[in-house]
């Protein structure tokens, strides 16, 4: 057997593939592109969500919201490390998320403006999130599914805060709830984008299901979140941002009316409303922790001849 | 004469693959290779295992039980970190 006919048999026994496994090139480099933009976007997510931490309208949502935020940095420290192990720096990371070779989820490119959003992203941002990810727990690549699952087990309080916040505006006064209708309009579609392109448009996509590196399409993944979010928000008594939502009886789901895709191509390419924010700020972080990192490293070094003297 | 005493080495099993390697215990050894190949004889002669890794005991560092008050304690007054801390109209409670 030649090492890709049992690369190929592992995949196709659902066997995961572990970082010194013989695999090809193609799959290596499609790993990395898809678990650097992963673990990029939870970095970069930090940032929508870490602007409103100071404007928290109580001590508990604060807390709340803080944690929310630290456990993203987790995430994308998770997600950095998995895709290490396919032989890829640190240093090479961030560059390529700084310098735009690597890509984040797109809907960091959207501005949080009220309060009302801090709710909907954790309800609608993150519960498309968790349909993308609880999918990926079976991804074929060991590192990238246990670090899934460790995600995913961590995920559904960022969920559940973000419904909580909808479900208190949606109860109160009458601007609060205007607030949280306004917050549905603007999120929906955007979460739905998250999904990425429809599967006959996808460039990666027929090649990622044959590698099991994608468990189901992004038109199926998508389906499950326009279904199960209907419910959801008669519950909050809002109105449905898609006026062509429809139960269809035979499907057994619902249709919806299609996505501006004009917009969603507009916001990759760079015209998002906070594109160049959200890198200037990363940059801008990353260079002020320069005098951390020297620190340390002159610590090391300092630690290290004191042993050699000793020695 | 007595025996020279070898160093110990900790031991770490994948029993599937796609599963984390887990602590199954320690055994003496020479060296790295040895040690692998006394954790293959010890610890998998039933073949509980996919994968080995062996690390010397004394290049683990870890956090001390005694500490583990100050070390763990912050998440103590974070209840909200978890997910059934939040109450939610029962129609949507599967969340
Ligand atoms: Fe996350
Ligand atoms: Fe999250």
């Known amino acids: 057997m030649t090492p890709e006919e049992n690369f190929m048999r592992k995949i196709e026994a659902g066997e995961k593939i572990e970082p010194k496994d013989w695999m090809p090139d193609d799959y290596r480099k499609n790993l990395i592109r898809q678990i650097s933009q992963h673990g990029h ?6 940032q929508p969500e870490g602007n409103w931490i100071t404007r928290a309208p109580s001590l508990r949502r604060k807390g709340i919201l803080l944690s ?9 420290l998770y997600l950095y ?9 640190r240093n090479e990371l961030i560059e390529a998320l700084q310098t735009g070779t690597a890509k984040y989820a797109s809907i960091f490119n959207y501005p949080a403006q009220t309060w009302g959003d801090m709710g909907a992203i954790g309800w609608l941002v993150d519960g498309a999130a968790i349909v993308n990810q609880v999918s990926l727990q079976r991804t074929s690549y060991g590192p990238y599914a246990r670090a899934m699952i460790r ?26 709830k205007a607030m949280a209708q306004d917050s549905l309009n603007r999120f929906y579609w955007p979460a739905l984008m998250m999904f990425g392109p429809h599967d006959s448009e996808s460039a990666h996509s027929a090649r990622s299901m044959k590698w099991k590196i994608k468990r189901e399409t992004n038109d199926d993944l998508r389906q499950k979140f326009v279904d199960q979010t209907v419910k959801q928000i008669e519950v909050l008594g809002l109105e449905h941002p898609d006026k062509d939502l429809k139960w269809n009886e035979e499907r057994g789901h619902y249709d919806f ?30 260079e002020e922790g320069e005098w951390v990192r020297e620190a340390m490293h002159a610590y090391r070094d300092k630690k290290r001849s004191a042993k050699q003297q000793a020695a | 004469m007595a025996t020279q005493e070898l160093d110990l080495y900790e031991v770490f099993l994948r029993s599937r693959r796609g599963l984390d390697h887990k602590h199954v215990g320690s055994l003496h050894a020479e060296d790295h290779e040895q040690a692998l190949e006394y954790a293959r004889d010890v610890y998998t002669r039933r073949s509980e295992g996919v994968s080995i ?24 007054d974070k209840p ?16």
């Not at chain 1, 299609?258 to 990363?282: K, L, P, S």
């Open chain 1, 41 to 46: 976007s939870e970095i970069i997510g930090m």
């Open chain 1, 68 to 76: 929310k935020v630290q456990d993203e940095g987790g995430h994308g």
């Open chain 1, 81 to 89: 490390s998995a895709v290490e192990t396919l032989g890829i720096s």
């Open chain 1, 151 to 176: 995600i995913c087990k961590e995920e559904s309080f960022h969920q559940r805060q973000g419904y909580e916040i909808m479900v208190t505006l949606s109860r109160g006064s009458a601007a609060q």
């Open chain 1, 257 to 286: 009316g299609e996505i501006d895709w004009d917009e969603f191509y507009n916001v990759i390419n760079g015209n998002g409303h906070a594109n160049r924010q959200r890198i200037e700020h990363h940059v801008r972080a990353h």
């Open chain 2, 53 to 76: 890794w062996v690390v010397r005991s004394s290049d683990i560092c870890a956090s001390q039980e005694d500490d583990s008050d100050s070390f763990f304690d912050p998440s103590d």
């Open chain 2, 80 to 95: 909200y970190r978890h997910a059934m801390y939040y109450e939610l109209p029962k129609a949507v409670d599967n969340m």
